[in-house]
């Protein structure tokens, strides 16, 4: 049989194209994949600080509430949240002087409050720092 020379060079041809576009497609695959790999650290870390920050609310809250109504120290209970929280506290325990009422047994701690604040304020910079660098690195 007479083969013809132009349809032999078409048919690889052919083959380099499909060759190339399976590359081209392997390429996109492997982007998508490091992108979604980065979507899951990035969500992994901001979910880290929201629920770090947020378990550090809920203790100082205990704390302050534990204070407000007067709780008494003795008990393991307030022992345990004090002594959880007092490290956390420590910053701010001089800073204002607490209102004190029903004869010195209940305190309005103004320093825990302004320790919640501090915390929340410092976890949602902290949130704004790593979304903005995520933002940076999908723009490169």
């Known amino acids: 049989m007479n083969k013809n020379p132009h349809e032999e060079s078409n048919s690889e041809r052919r083959q380099e194209l499909r060759n190339d576009e399976e590359s081209f497609r392997l390429q996109q695959e492997e982007r998508r994949l490091e992108t979604?790999?980065?979507?899951a650290?990035?969500?992994?870390i901001i979910n880290s600080i929201y629920f770090l920050v947020?378990?550090?609310?809920i203790l100082l809250t205990l704390r302050f509430l534990l204070r407000f109504f007067g709780a008494n120290t003795k008990n393991a209970f307030a022992q345990?949240?004090?002594?959880?929280?007092?490290?956390?506290?420590?910053?701010?325990?001089t800073l204002f002087i607490s209102p004190v009422?029903?004869?010195?047994?209940?305190?309005f701690d103004v320093n825990v409050l302004i320790a919640i604040i501090v915390y929340s304020l410092l976890g949602w910079l902290g949130a704004w720092v790593v979304r903005f660098i995520?933002?940076?690195?999908?723009?490169v």
Not at 36 to 39: A, L, N, T, V
Not at 80 to 92: A, K, Q, T, V
Not at 101 to 107: A, D, K, Q, S
Request: glycine content about 16%; aromatic content about 20%; hydrophobic content about 35%.
């Open 80 to 93: 345990f949240i004090y002594n959880l929280s007092d490290p956390f506290i420590r910053p701010f325990s």
């Open 134 to 139: 995520y933002a940076g690195q999908r723009a």
């Open 36 to 39: 979604s790999k980065r979507g």
């Open 54 to 57: 947020g378990t550090l609310e």
């Open 41 to 44: 650290t990035f969500t992994w």
């Open 101 to 107: 009422f029903g004869g010195g047994v209940n305190i």
